[in-house]
């Protein structure tokens, strides 16, 4: 592949004191909402008077929302402008926020989390906002900190929901969201400047973005459903059955129309596909682990013989360390890519996930043992997390850069649904008996295997960047060298 055309240096750029702590908040107000309400799943089934396989619904729907959006929001951001988007974005996190906050109705909750989920456009298009709007000095660390904030607001939503929930009903979940947003909305208007960058040759393709939500909505309702109706049930296997028709259809589309919303061959460059793959996998150990470790902290220790009786709250604080990892991650990430290129830190990434939760799976009898491991594994999910955009914006052109940052970001979302529903289907498979309580819990041996798992994925994730083949440039130009100094050419 030839060099990715880059933007042009200009001297208006404007400082990243000003764009990049809009960006940030915009991102931490979408994690935050999105993993907010796990906990409190099961308080909200008794309130809305549910039952427990209805109520994972709220997660369905959302987690369904951005995946479909996201790509459809980046891939609008490169034709129409970026800020724009990204307003639309954040208008929808505000509107599922304030509908959630004054509705008692679970269907009308489903609606609003739907809503939220438009929240997923933020993370392509403040990327490639920082691609296009800071000087190039500051577009690695800039990168890095946008996408670690995944991380860090996906630990802080989990403290922040056991500490309202002290004090208020979970309606204070939803006003977080919404204060979140509408600061986010306030600041993203008043200092993001409007873009320059604008795909002008590029043009809509409706049947292409139909499929691609077709495709997606039918494999994350039968991932998140499986569970509940049994992964062998007519429903879950004619759901795969469709994603699977209906995603080769989505790609013969694709190769053919002359503007197709995902480009192939874009998605085909090593560097994209495999940073995908990875992306898929710390998706499945980030959430996947956020929900394990949930559980086990929640146990009660007197009837399980393991666990801490945790309440929502201390669980979250025991997750906290995550987001604290996750916030190092972000200049760590950025020095090791302008240094040494983004192969370095995804690695470390998957190794620092897999060696965390090999730890939990040996040691996990004392909550320093939960507090390290958090530590460890949000350090290396922020390391990875800033990793994959610099592959991604080294090997595409600017005017790709919102869809291809989409489709990683949708198969993090994906590889997080397929995460959530092994962990969940490990952990019910295997329950100890005669307990005198209605809820099964799992043996302490169904959570060593979820643990096993979900460091397996982490340390497949430490190994696909090696199938990305580098070829350092004579000269690295502008945005390339910003990004990954040794990406500047990648092998098609």
């Not at 209805?54 to 129409?80: C, E, H, K, Q, Y």
């Not at 298009?125 to 900190?145: C, F, H, N, Q, Y």
């Not at 507090?371 to 610099?390: D, K």
């Amino acid at each position: 592949m030839s060099e990715a055309s880059q933007p042009a240096i200009t001297a208006d750029k404007p400082t990243s004191a000003r764009v990049l702590p809009a960006l940030v908040l915009a991102m931490l107000a979408f994690s935050v909402v999105q993993t907010a309400v796990v906990p409190i799943l099961p308080s909200l089934a008794k309130e809305l008077n549910v039952s427990g396989s209805n109520i994972t619904w709220l997660m369905t729907a959302n987690l369904l929302s951005a995946a479909v959006l996201t790509p459809l929001l980046g891939r609008f951001g490169d034709l129409r402008g970026r800020k724009p988007m990204l307003l639309v974005s954040l208008a929808g996190l505000v509107a599922g926020s304030a509908l959630a906050v004054g509705t008692h109705s679970f269907t009308w909750l489903v609606v609003a989390r739907v809503l939220q989920g438009a929240g997923g456009g933020v993370l392509p298009l403040a990327i490639s906002i920082v691609r296009d709007e800071l000087p190039r000095e500051k577009v690695t660390g800039g990168v890095a900190m946008i996408s670690a904030s995944m991380g860090v607001g996906s630990g802080l939503g989990l403290v922040a929901t056991g500490l309202l929930l002290e004090h208020w009903s979970y309606k204070s979940i939803f006003w977080m969201g919404l204060i979140f947003g509408l600061i986010a909305v306030a600041l993203v208007a008043l200092r993001v400047p409007k873009d320059p960058v604008v795909d002008k040759e590029g043009g809509a393709d409706p049947l292409g973005a139909l499929t691609l939500a077709g495709w997606l909505s039918a494999l994350l309702v039968a991932v998140s459903q499986g569970n509940n109706w049994g992964w062998t049930s007519n429903k879950t296997l004619g759901l795969f059955a469709v994603a699977a028709v209906v995603a080769l259809v989505w790609i013969i589309i694709e190769t053919k129309v002359s503007h197709p919303l995902v480009d192939m061959k874009m998605m085909s460059l090593p560097a994209v596909a495999f940073t995908n793959i990875s992306g898929l996998l710390i998706g499945f150990g980030m959430y996947g682990s956020f929900l394990v470790i949930s559980n086990f902290a929640q146990t009660p220790e007197k009837l399980a013989h393991y666990g801490f009786t945790a309440t929502v709250l201390h669980a979250g604080v025991m997750l906290l360390p995550s987001a604290v990892g996750s916030m190092i991650a972000a200049p760590v990430g950025a020095l090791l890519i302008a240094r040494r290129g983004p192969r370095l830190p995804l690695v470390l990434g998957g190794v620092l996930g897999a060696v965390s939760m090999a730890y939990l799976a040996l040691r996990h009898s004392a909550e320093g043992d939960i507090y390290t491991a958090s530590a460890v594994f949000g350090l290396g999910v922020g390391l990875a997390y800033a990793a994959m955009p610099a592959y991604i914006n080294g090997a595409v052109p600017v005017e790709q850069s919102g869809i291809a940052n989409g489709m990683n970001a949708v198969l993090r979302t994906v590889g997080g649904a397929v995460g959530t529903a092994v962990m969940g289907a490990i952990l019910t498979g295997d329950t100890i008996k005669g307990l005198p309580i209605p809820v099964l819990l799992p043996t302490l041996d169904a959570y060593k295997h979820a643990f096993w798992t979900a460091a397996v994925m982490c340390l497949v994730a430490a190994a696909v960047p090696f199938a990305i083949r580098r070829i350092k440039p004579a000269t690295a130009p502008v945005e390339a060298a910003a990004t990954s100094p040794e990406l500047a050419k990648t092998d098609a």
